[in-house]
């Protein structure tokens, strides 16, 4: 086989094997209790009040 043919084949059929996401309604799993999620980062203007692009 052709590399050129295996490759538009793989290109063809990938989309199609691969996964959508979440499922709507899908409830998920809680995480198991030894990994922690991080806080989120904190969004913030501080020391950005003289930037002359605001």
């Not at 295996?6 to 996964?19: K, S």
């Not at 904190?42 to 002359?52: C, H, K, M």
Request: proline share 11%; aromatic share 6%; charged share 10%.
């Amino acid at each position: 086989m052709r590399i050129s043919t295996l490759l538009f084949n793989t290109m063809l059929t990938g989309p199609l094997l691969a996964q959508h996401g979440d499922k709507a309604g899908e409830t998920q799993p809680q995480l198991p209790a030894h990994i922690a999620v991080p806080p989120a980062a904190i969004l913030t203007t501080i020391g950005f009040s003289n930037d002359p692009w605001r």
